[in-house]
């Protein structure tokens, strides 16, 4: 059974920084894009970013380009967002997904059939 659990999301102030990690289980390591998405309050789910199964990474939204980067540990079959710089408009549920069988990104959710339960990142001074 394919599993996906984010974690790392907390309470930081503007300009520092965190790490998102997606852990993933029931997939073989290496063969599935992850997706980050992110929900702000009262506002729709957006996709962030993206890397493929090869590691290439693609984001969706112009505000995090130069300050996040995704990345992923093959052996440890996790996936990381490396979030500098952050901005209390970065404040959202973040979330990652994946789909099985799979070897591309799409900014799409519906794409996605497998999510994590989301980690709270709030930057607040």
């Known amino acids: 059974q394919v599993q996906v659990a984010e974690s790392g999301g907390g309470l930081v102030q503007p300009g520092e920084s965190l790490r998102l990690s997606c852990d993933v289980s029931g997939i073989k390591a290496g063969s599935y894009p992850i997706g980050w998405f992110r929900r702000a309050p009262g506002k729709e789910r957006e996709a962030v970013s993206c890397i493929t199964s090869s590691g290439r990474d693609l984001y969706y939204l112009d505000s995090v380009k130069g300050r996040f980067t995704a990345s992923r540990d093959a052996a440890k079959n996790t996936i990381y967002l490396q979030m500098n710089s952050l901005k209390p408009d970065d404040t959202a549920v973040y979330y990652c997904?994946?789909?099985?069988?799979?070897?591309?990104?799409?900014?799409?959710?519906?794409?996605?059939?497998?999510w994590g339960q989301g980690t709270q990142v709030t930057v607040s001074s």
């Open positions: 997904a994946t789909k099985r069988g799979s070897t591309v990104c799409s900014a799409s959710s519906t794409w996605y059939n497998y």
